[in-house]
Nanobody, 120 residues
Framework: QVQLVESGGGLVQAGGSLRLSCAAS????????MGWFRQAPGKERDFVAT??????IYADSVKDRFTISRDNAKNTVYLQMDNLKPEDTAVYYC???????????????WGPGTQVTVSS
């Protein structure tokens, strides 16, 4: 069992930056592929990024703006978000899976989410 808790969300102006954190407990995140997803009101939960032992994989919409990383010593995964746009506004979730896949259905453990709002 893995418990995940996101933090770092908030309100930011377009062009600004935020860093989300996902703290894990129960098991070490180094045993899992960790992913970030987001869900805007009335929309499906979308893939943002995932990281495994081979590095990060990104959705086209965030490539070159977002960076996923992990600190195994702290059992924490991060999502650095730069040059934020209003369309990035959503609840952001971290999740753990056995493989670095893009589909939410491939992830077993989920955090409760953190709100990110980008104003224009």
């Amino acid at each position: 069992q893995v418990q995940l808790v996101e933090s770092g969300g908030g309100l930011v102006q377009a062009g600004g930056s935020l860093r989300l954190s996902c703290a894990a407990s129960g098991r070490t995140v180094s045993n899992y592929a960790m992913g970030w997803f987001r869900q805007a009101p009335g929309k499906e939960r979308d893939f943002v990024a995932t990281i495994s032992w081979s590095g990060g994989i990104y959705a086209d919409s965030v490539k070159d703006r977002f960076t996923i990383s992990r600190d195994n010593a702290k059992n924490t995964v991060y999502l650095q978000m730069d040059n934020l746009k209003p369309e990035d506004t959503a609840v952001y979730y971290c999740a753990a899976a056995g493989r670095p896949v893009r589909s939410p259905s491939g992830y077993t453990y989920w955090g409760p989410g953190t709100q990110v709002t980008v104003s224009s």
